[in-house]
C-alpha cells in the first residue's frame, strides 16, 4: 500500500476529526452535522491537501460570517435562527459536488488506462471542485452579509423591491460579496496549490511535460531545487497578507450595511494609502527582476489594501480625488508590472515608466515617514533634502555613464518601498514599550500573521540576492512581528496583572520563528556553497557574486 497514501488519510482523519469537534463545541454542527462534516472533510484531504484547505477556509469564512450580527438578522428574518446548526442535509447539500469532483480526481487514473485521459479527467474535476466551492461560498457571503444592506433588494424575475432575507431577491451589497468570496477562492486556491506542491490547473496536456520536467529537475543541483521551494514559499505568503485584511473589510462591510458611516472614520486612510503605494513601488522593483510569482503577491496586497480604501471612500472618510489617484496609480503599476514579469514590455517603456515610479517615490516617501513621526508639522522639506540628495547620487552614477545611471535608477523603487515598510512600524513599537499596559487592543492574530507573511518572503529574497528584498522582508519579520510580541509578553493587563501574551506562547513563537529563519539560512548558504549559515546576509549585502537570476522553471 502506498504510504503517501497512508499518511494523507491519517492527516485528513485528524484534520476532519478537529474540525468537527470545533463545530459541535462552537454550536455550530449539530451531532449529525459533525460526522457529516467529518466524513466530506476525509474524502476531500485525499484528493490533496490544497482541497482540504480549500474546504477549512469555507467553513471557517462562512462560520463567522453567519454569527455576524445575529440580533438584527433575526429581525430582519423570521426564519433566522440565533446560534443555529447546521444538520447532515445542510451539511451535504453545501459539499456533496464538492465531494463528487474529489473522489474523481482520486478514481481518474484507476479507471482510465490512457495516462493523458486520466490526466484530463483529473483536471476537469479539479476545476469542478474549485467551481463549486467558489459558487456555494459565493452563495453564503452573500446571504449572511446582504441581508444586512441598507438598501432593500430587488427580485430578480420582476426586480421589484422585496423584504430582505426573500428568496430570488438581489442587493448590491450581496452581489459586491459574492463577487469577494470568488476571487477569495481563487486566490487561496492557487497560494495553496503553489505553496503546497500541488498541481495548479495548468493545461490538461502539459501533464506529460510536467512529469519529464519533474524527472529532469530531480537530476537537478541543489541551488535548483532550493530556488524552486524559495519560489512556493513566496506564494504561500499570498495567503497570510490576504486573510490580514480580510477581518477589517468585514468589519468595514457590517458597519457600511448597518448604517454606522462613523465607525470608519477612526480608520487612517492615510496609512492604507502609504501601505499601497508601498506595495506599488516592490512591485515595480520586483517587476524589474522577473520574479513573476512575488509580482503577483504583492498585486494581492495591492487589491486587498484597494477594497478597504473602497470602503473608505464610500464612507467618504476618503475624499474621492484621493481614492481616484489611487485607482489610477495601482491600475497602472498592475498592468506595466505585469507585463514586465513575464517580459510583454519593451526596454524603453518599461525605463520611462520606472523613472516615474522611482520619482514618485523619492518624493512620497520621506511625506509618509514625516508625517508618521510628526502629523501636526506638515511641510515639503523631507521631500525637497530628499530629491537634491538622489539627484546629487545619480549626478556621480551618471558622470561615469548612462548604462550606470539607469541602475542606480532601478534600484530607487525597492529601496523606498523598503524604508517606507520599515521606518512605519516604529512610531507603533515606541508606543507599545513605552505604556506597555495599555496593549489590550493589539491583534495577536494580525501581528503573527504579518509575521508569517514576511517570514516565507525572506528565503527567495536570500536566494536572489536582492538586498532591499532581504531587509524588508527580515525586518518585516522581527519588527513588525517578533518584536511586537515581545512587547506584548512584557506588557501586563492593569485589570488582572497577567500578561498579555503568556510566557509559554511567546517562548514557542520565538523557538519556532528562531527554528524556521536558521533553517532558511542553513539551506541558503548550502545553495550558494557557503559554509557559514549567517554568511547569506554578508553576502547578500557586501559579496561580490552577480545576483541569481530568476528560475524559469515553472513547471511544478
Not at 420582476?158 to 459574492?178: D, E, F, I, K
Not at 524559495?230 to 499570498?238: F, K, P, Q
Request: a positive charge; glycine letters at 10%; aromatic letters at 8%.
Amino acid at each position: 500500500m502506498d504510504p503517501q497514501w497512508l499518511t494523507r488519510l491519517a492527516v485528513g482523519a485528524a484534520v476532519a476529526g478537529l474540525m468537527a469537534l470545533r463545530g459541535l463545541r462552537k454550536r455550530s454542527l449539530s451531532p449529525s452535522g459533525a460526522a457529516a462534516a467529518f466524513l466530506v472533510g476525509l474524502v476531500t484531504m485525499q484528493a490533496s491537501y490544497t482541497s482540504g484547505l480549500l474546504l477549512i477556509l469555507f467553513y471557517l469564512t462562512s462560520s463567522k460570517l453567519t454569527k455576524l450580527q445575529q440580533d438584527r438578522k433575526q429581525q430582519l428574518e423570521e426564519s433566522f435562527k440565533v446560534d443555529g446548526q447546521r444538520s447532515a442535509t445542510q451539511v451535504l447539500s453545501n459539499s456533496l459536488g464538492g465531494v463528487v469532483a474529489a473522489v474523481t480526481t482520486q478514481c481518474a487514473p484507476l479507471v482510465v488506462a490512457d495516462p493523458q485521459q486520466a490526466a484530463a479527467v483529473q483536471w476537469a474535476a479539479t476545476a469542478a471542485f474549485l467551481g463549486h466551492y467558489a459558487a456555494v461560498c459565493a452563495d453564503t457571503w452573500a446571504s449572511e452579509v446582504g441581508i444586512l444592506s441598507t438598501r432593500p433588494p430587488r427580485l430578480v424575475t420582476t426586480w421589484r423591491v422585496v423584504p430582505p432575507g426573500t428568496n430570488g431577491a438581489v442587493s448590491a451589497l450581496g452581489c459586491a460579496c459574492s463577487a469577494a468570496a470568488g476571487v477569495f477562492m481563487g486566490a487561496a486556491y492557487w497560494a495553496l496549490g503553489t505553496a503546497l506542491g500541488d498541481t495548479v490547473l495548468a493545461p490538461p496536456q502539459g501533464l506529460g511535460e510536467l512529469r519529464a520536467s519533474l524527472l529532469a529537475a530531480a537530476a537537478s543541483a541543489a541551488p535548483r531545487e532550493w530556488g524552486a521551494l524559495t519560489e512556493r514559499l513566496v506564494a504561500a505568503s499570498s495567503l497570510p497578507f490576504t486573510v490580514l485584511v480580510l477581518p477589517q473589510v468585514i468589519q468595514n462591510q457590517a458597519n457600511i450595511a448597518g448604517g454606522a458611516l462613523g465607525a470608519l472614520a477612526a480608520i487612517s486612510w492615510l496609512g492604507y494609502a502609504a501601505g499601497l503605494a508601498g506595495n506599488a513601488l516592490m512591485c515595480t522593483h520586483l517587476a524589474a527582476r522577473g520574479e513573476a510569482t512575488a509580482v503577483n503577491v504583492q498585486l494581492i496586497g495591492i487589491a486587498s489594501t484597494l477594497l478597504i480604501l473602497g470602503q473608505l471612500w464610500w464612507a467618504r472618510v476618503m475624499p474621492t480625488r484621493a481614492f481616484g489617484g489611487a485607482l489610477v496609480m495601482a491600475a497602472a503599476v498592475a498592468a506595466a508590472g505585469s507585463l514586465k514579469a513575464r517580459g510583454r514590455l519593451g526596454r524603453r517603456e518599461w525605463l520611462a515608466f520606472e523613472a516615474v515610479v522611482s520619482v514618485f517615490g523619492v518624493l512620497a516617501v520621506p511625506q509618509v515617514v514625516a508625517g508618521a513621526f510628526w502629523p501636526s508639522t506638515p511641510t515639503l522639506a523631507p521631500s525637497l533634502a530628499a530629491a537634491a540628495a538622489v539627484a546629487f547620487w545619480l549626478s556621480g552614477h551618471a558622470k561615469r555613464s548612462a548604462q550606470d545611471a539607469q541602475k542606480a535608477v532601478a534600484l530607487l523603487p525597492g529601496w523606498c518601498a523598503t524604508c517606507m515598510f520599515a521606518l512605519m512600524p516604529l512610531p507603533q513599537l515606541a508606543r507599545n514599550f513605552s505604556d506597555l499596559s495599555g496593549l489590550g487592543g493589539l491583534s495577536l492574530g494580525t501581528i503573527l500573521l504579518a509575521t508569517l507573511g514576511n517570514a516565507l518572503c525572506i528565503p527567495r529574497a536570500l536566494f536572489t540576492r536582492d538586498p532591499s528584498w532581504s531587509f524588508g522582508s527580515t525586518w518585516g519579520c522581527l519588527m513588525m512581528g517578533w518584536a511586537q510580541l515581545l512587547s506584548l509578553f512584557l506588557g501586563r493587563s492593569p485589570e488582572t496583572g497577567a500578561r498579555f501574551l503568556p510566557a509559554p506562547a511567546f517562548a514557542a513563537a520565538t523557538a519556532a520563528l528562531g527554528a524556521y529563519l536558521l533553517w532558511a539560512l542553513t539551506s541558503d548558504a548550502r545553495s550558494k556553497g557557503l559554509t557559514n549559515p549567517f554568511g547569506s546576509y554578508g553576502d547578500v549585502f557586501f559579496g561580490q557574486r552577480v545576483p541569481q537570476p530568476p528560475q524559469r522553471e515553472r513547471d511544478y
